[in-house]
């Protein structure tokens, strides 16, 4: 996990925004897909950033991002510990 304030972790939380920013919500799956492409977001990054670790991008157009079963990319759903 890198630290929150390095370039690697600016350039993912931008990347995840975006992400749900440009992302249509399926009332009846109750799950949001992203809609925007990897390479739109790569280009909005460049204009924000000048260098962009590919690495920050791994979202696809058409993933399931949060889902209601919990299985949704930016769902970290850990067991509870006891």
């Known amino acids: 996990m890198p630290h929150r304030r390095s370039l690697e972790a600016r350039q993912r939380r931008d990347a995840k925004r975006l992400a749900m920013q440009s992302s249509f919500r399926d009332p009846e799956q109750a799950e949001t897909v992203c809609i925007i492409n990897t390479q739109t977001i790569y280009n909005l990054l ?3 950033y000048g260098f962009v670790n590919m690495d920050a991008i791994n979202i696809e157009r058409g993933e ?12 970290n759903i850990q067991p509870a510990g006891r």
Do not use: A, N
């Open 46 to 48: 460049q204009q924000k």
């Open 64 to 75: 399931v991002l949060i889902d209601s079963r919990g299985r949704g990319t930016f769902q």
